[in-house]
């Protein structure tokens, strides 16, 4: 049984650990979806502090097997969006549950969160160019938006925007 809980500052270097390998993952590929070490602790334990960040266990008490941010604003990527979303950031898993369906529902629980805060979407995002992402949240039923690109000299790549309803 899978239990999502709001992460503690016990957690942060878990997280960033499991983002680290995540990262190493993704380069050693040549796929643009995070810049390896781009995000440092501080932030991680600030956006725990905000109340931002999950993690997820199989069982209560036990080792964290993923994490996910959910935000209620995302002006950076959904500029002047005025919508009522949820938004999910740096969904990641520990490498060896690759395959076992986490992905699919620590999103199926971001869902259900964002529904239950009385917000009718789910929105994320992703690079532009990185096509096996963006094939697997279309299986995971979003329907891709849009994008974002951002501006000469930004540290970002544009991105491929996606959303889907949080009715079931």
């Known amino acids: 049984m899978l239990t999502v809980e709001p992460a503690t500052a016990a957690d942060a270097a878990t997280i960033l650990g499991l983002r680290h390998a995540?990262?190493?993952?993704?380069?050693?590929?040549?796929?643009?979806?995070?810049?390896?070490?781009?995000?440092?602790?501080?932030?991680?334990?600030?956006?725990?502090?905000?109340?931002?960040?999950?993690?997820?266990?199989?069982?209560?008490?036990?080792?964290?097997?993923?994490?996910?941010?959910?935000?209620?604003?995302?002006?950076?990527?959904?500029?002047?969006?005025?919508?009522?979303?949820?938004?999910?950031?740096?969904?990641?898993?520990?490498?060896?549950?690759?395959?076992?369906?986490?992905?699919?529902?620590?999103?199926?629980?971001a869902a259900g969160r964002t529904r239950r805060e009385g917000r009718s979407l789910l929105r994320l995002d992703c690079a532009e160019t990185n096509a096996e992402l963006r094939g697997y949240y279309l299986r995971q039923r979003f329907r891709e938006v849009g994008r974002r690109e951002f501006a000469d000299g930004s540290s970002w790549f544009s991105v491929a925007l996606f959303e889907k309803s949080t009715d079931r």
């Open 22 to 109: 995540a990262e190493d993952w993704l380069f050693a590929r040549g796929i643009d979806q995070w810049t390896p070490r781009e995000v440092p602790l501080a932030t991680v334990d600030a956006q725990i502090e905000a109340g931002e960040f999950y993690v997820a266990r199989r069982e209560p008490g036990g080792p964290i097997v993923g994490a996910l941010r959910l935000i209620w604003a995302d002006p950076d990527i959904w500029p002047g969006d005025g919508q009522l979303a949820g938004y999910v950031h740096g969904l990641v898993i520990d490498r060896s549950e690759a395959g076992t369906g986490l992905g699919t529902q620590l999103l199926e629980w």
